[in-house]
């Protein structure tokens, strides 16, 4: 079905077990197995071997260098940077052009605040694991919906037919 109409800080490894969330599992009707260990590695391995992404590994959960943040609540926060142009040229993340990465966060309150919900689903936590691909640049919502959409009839293996999409339009 097509959609459409086409010095590195060391990296940890990809599979890297996060302790609090090893028991999540992605639903399939095939019954394989899908820890969240194995979701994170087929995610990174996705984007790295098929699209030349750079693993780049989550940041800390408390920002070093951002005071604008407590914590680190979203995928995106260690790249603000390269997004507002503010990047220093002379270290590694400059040159980034893709990026995959597996993120930390927390949330405690603020825009983002999910307290009120914790507890009573199973998709709200404080402490979390977000999964994003990036791109500076290189390529815009068109291949970013191709992209998502291959990683999750491709790479996991889901049903198209079980899938749906939504959009927010003005």
């Excluded at 993120?103 to 603020?110: D, H, S, T, Y």
């Excluded at 999750?152 to 939504?166: E, K």
Aim: negative net charge; contains cysteine.
């Amino acid at each position: 079905m097509d959609i459409m109409d086409n010095t590195s800080p060391p990296a940890p490894s990809p599979s890297a077990p996060i302790t609090a969330m090893s028991s999540l599992s992605l639903n399939r009707d095939d019954g394989a197995e899908w820890p969240v260990d194995r979701v994170r590695s087929n995610f990174i391995s996705f984007f790295v071997e098929k699209h030349q992404h750079t693993f780049w590994p989550s940041s800390p959960c408390v920002p070093h260098d951002d005071p604008t943040l407590l914590f680190a609540n979203a995928g995106m926060n260690q790249y603000k940077p390269l997004f507002l142009g503010t990047c220093d040229p002379n270290i590694e993340m400059s040159t980034l052009k893709r990026a995959v990465n597996s993120q930390k966060c927390i949330r405690a309150g603020g825009k983002h605040n999910d307290l009120d919900d914790v507890g009573k689903d199973v998709y709200h936590h404080t402490f979390f694991e977000m999964l994003g691909n990036w791109s500076f640049g290189d390529y815009f919502k068109k291949e970013a919906i191709e992209m998502a959409y291959n990683c999750l009839v491709q790479q996991f293996s889901l049903d198209p037919d079980r899938l749906y999409a939504t959009y927010f339009g003005e």
